[in-house]
């Protein structure tokens, strides 16, 4: 939903869960702070309260949209979505949006702690009682909402079942307000006492070492998890179920880490904090050593799914480890006080808000992946180092010399794939907060990557995205709009016809590449008529005045990549017709895949353009959908070859010099469907804000959701 607001970046995603977890943090220190003087004061049970947070959660489901679409409007005038205006105020505005709701998410646990304590005084463990529960919900939430909820019901109404079960909740817990009051009242006419939550008292353990590493623990794992998202892109790819697999593994591990210390706890044998640090030392380094090109190249190559399952069980060790050390954390220093444990809790917390930053905006930009993973893993062996003094001797000394080994290891002998780029091919990496870039390859065999995946290569497709709508064009065109720079060929094309021509390109790193496709980089670059800008190409079109007589569209592949769909959606594609002048012409490109997905785009794209043309690509991979508020005359090759100036013949034929010019553009002209014959007659098949019906397709292709 941010996305659709304020643009698929980085930034947003970052800010997003940044005020999500200041909102855990601010909440569980309050809540803790507070709970026993409103308790006092008021006479009301802890668990009303918790029920009164549970409610305006609720409440804030309805009220997050409406937020949003507020900031929106507030922040299409501050500029692109790289300056320094718009990343500060999107921080203000995603915050009013979200941090009041965040904040009594993070209450919920030391008010459910007051209550336990109501119930029973000498309860010292009911926070790690609570967070398996909780890390189970989470668990059970992302996999659900990702699978099942979006892809049936949509945001809106997945939104509407999260709030029913808070409403549920706040009903539950009123509930047993009700009964404790009445436990009370019945306690006062009887004179037998009640237990009554105690003030808290200091922690009663080493204070500042446990918030030190609590602190450590969030931010190391946090800052892994973007580090994660990114490296294992290669592999996982960029699809919702990609990034959903690997916050649903994080949480089940965590969960077990989690349900084996409470075991551990009944029967009395907790491991120690030295060693499960140790071990945390040595599972740091186990993601790095097995993303591995080489292994997969040898051993994995024929078993993709295979390697998919040993890439996401990498994580398992460490974050079943945290799962175990972070409550054991808490049990020892609030012995189940619930000011004190919203203060250990918040610390915890706090690293979580700053790990994600310091990741994507200070190590990613500069350092590769695999070396940012070794980074945020060093402060595991210095804790070590401070806490390892009491295991005994030879055991301390083993498990330092396998960390050491696996450090070695990870360092020096591990082959990841900005390496295997680097050091096996021609190539070039750029970093930015946004994505790794890497480019490799001689000669026409070049390849674009971001964040490992494949994004396009040098190919006369790329070419006719932009020369055919032009050519098609009735009037005299002047300007064109590139949504989407990749190797920059389309935005290259677009000059050669002497336009005024814009491109808008997400990532800052894949344009500074351009030099290395194209040989005249620095005199197309250099041609007063270009301009690119760094944005989401969805919220410039909203934030510019502009109208072009071409927009061009090349959304990232695949078809079915997290966010593609507000390049896709029948809103995108009505808020671009309005940026078209008369006679203008949109080129909207579909890859291939799914055939109901193709059907989903042309549904959306003709529900906003009453006249579509459909071409398959020279190159017979891919469609070419032209679409115009007025028809779009046939012509033959010869006419649009006719239409097109020396420099842009020349620019469509530089890879293929031996063509004919018209029997060339025959060849796509030839390759005409007409949509009546391909668009589906079911309307449900489309592609919505609402509805990503080409990001959330699981059920379907199982065959267990038909449309």
């Given amino acids: 939903m941010a996305f659709a607001s304020f643009g698929i970046i980085t930034p947003v995603l970052s800010v997003v869960l940044s005020v999500f977890m200041l909102g855990l943090a601010v909440g569980a220190w309050a809540g803790g702070r507070f709970i026993a003087s409103l308790v006092e004061k008021t006479g009301l049970s802890a668990v009303a309260f918790y029920a009164g947070a549970e409610l305006l959660i609720g409440l804030g489901a309805f009220a997050v949209s409406k937020l949003f679409a507020l900031g929106e409007s507030v922040l299409l ?36 702690m007051a209550y336990v304590r109501e119930r029973d005084s000498q309860n010292a463990e009911s926070f790690s009682f609570l967070y398996l529960a909780n890390v189970l919900g989470a668990m059970t939430g992302t996999i659900y909402t990702a699978v099942v909820l979006v892809e049936v019901l949509g945001f809106r109404h997945t939104v509407w079942v999260a709030a029913a079960g808070n409403f549920t909740i706040a009903f539950i817990g009123g509930c047993l307000a009700w009964e404790r009051h009445r436990t009370v009242m019945v306690s006062e006419k009887t004179g037998r006492p009640v237990e009554t939550a105690k003030p808290s008292p200091a922690g009663v353990s080493p204070g500042r070492l446990v918030k030190t590493i609590l602190f450590s623990t969030g931010f190391i ?54 060693g499960l640090i140790a071990f945390l030392a040595i599972a740091s380094c186990v993601p790095v050593m097995v993303n591995d090109v080489q292994l997969y190249s040898r051993v994995f190559r024929s078993h993709y799914f295979a390697f998919v399952i040993l890439l996401l069980a990498s994580i398992c060790p460490f974050c079943a480890t945290l799962g175990y050390l972070t409550p054991r954390l808490v049990d020892e220093y609030a012995g189940g006080h619930p000011a004190v444990a919203g203060k250990a809790y918040a610390v915890n917390v706090l ?28 402060p595991f062996f210095v804790f070590y180092f401070i806490c390892g003094k009491t295991p005994a001797r030879w055991p301390r000394l083993a498990l330092g010399v396998f960390a050491g080994v696996v450090l070695v290891w990870s360092l020096f002998f591990v082959c990841d794939f900005e390496h295997y780029v680097t050091g096996t091919e021609k190539g070039e990496v750029r970093r930015d907060y946004a994505a790794s870039v890497a480019a490799y390859g001689k000669d026409r065999d070049k390849r674009l990557f971001v964040n490992g995946v494949g994004m396009t290569a040098l190919t006369p ?31 290259r094309s677009a000059l050669s016809w002497d336009l005024e021509t814009t491109a808008v390109e997400l990532v800052p790193s894949v344009t500074r590449m351009f030099g290395f496709y194209h040989a005249d980089a620095m005199r197309v670059l250099n041609n007063p008529k270009g301009h690119i800008v760094i944005d989401d190409g ?39 017709r309005q940026h078209l002048k008369p006679h203008g012409i949109l080129q909207a490109w579909f890859p291939g895949g799914e055939v109901n997905t193709f059907y989903a785009v042309l549904r959306s794209i003709h529900d906003a353009f009453p006249y579509v043309c459909c071409f398959d ?46 029997a060339y553009i025959q060849r796509v002209l030839s390759q005409e469907t007409p949509i009546e014959e391909i668009l589906s007659p079911n309307l449900k098949i489309r592609i919505t804000d609402d509805q990503p019906y080409n990001e959330y397709y699981l059920l379907r292709r199982l065959g267990l959701m038909a449309y």
């Avoid at 718009?86 to 919920?108: D, K, Q």
């Avoid at 790819?237 to 077990?256: N, P, W």
């Fill in 77 to 112: 005038a501050t500029g692109q979505t790289n300056s320094f205006g718009y990343l500060s105020l999107s921080a203000l505005v995603l915050a009013f949006s979200i941090l009041p709701w965040c904040v009594c998410m993070g209450a919920t646990f030391p008010l459910m």
């Fill in 221 to 274: 794992a946090m800052g892994m998890e973007v580090v994660w998202t990114r490296t294992f892109a290669p592999v996982l790819k960029t699809e919702v179920y990609s990034f959903a697999m690997i916050v649903f593994t994080y949480l089940g591990a965590t969960f077990l880490g989690s349900l084996m210390y409470r075991r551990h706890l009944w029967n009395n044998r907790v491991y120690s904090t030295a």
């Fill in 351 to 378: 690293g979580c808000i700053l790990g994600p930053i310091f990741a994507s905006y200070v190590l990613l930009p500069w350092i590769r992946e695999k070396y940012v993973l070794i980074l945020l893993g060093l």
């Fill in 461 to 491: 497709v790329t070419k006719f995205m932009v020369h055919l709508p032009l050519a098609f064009h009735k009037g005299q065109p002047e300007s064109a709009l590139i949504l989407c720079f990749g190797m920059g060929t389309t935005y």
């Fill in 538 to 576: 969805r919220r410039y079109l909203k934030r510019t005045h502009e109208k072009f007589d071409v927009i061009v569209i090349d959304p990232p592949p695949p078809v079915e990549a997290a966010g593609s769909s507000l390049l896709y959606s029948g809103e995108f594609y009505e808020l671009a």
């Fill in 617 to 662: 690509s020279v190159e017979r991979r891919g469609t070419h959908l032209l679409a115009s508020m007025e028809p779009i005359e046939m012509q033959t090759a010869e006419q649009l070859a006719g239409r097109m100036p020396a420099a842009a013949k020349k620019d469509l034929l530089e890879w293929s010099p031996s063509e004919n010019l018209p």
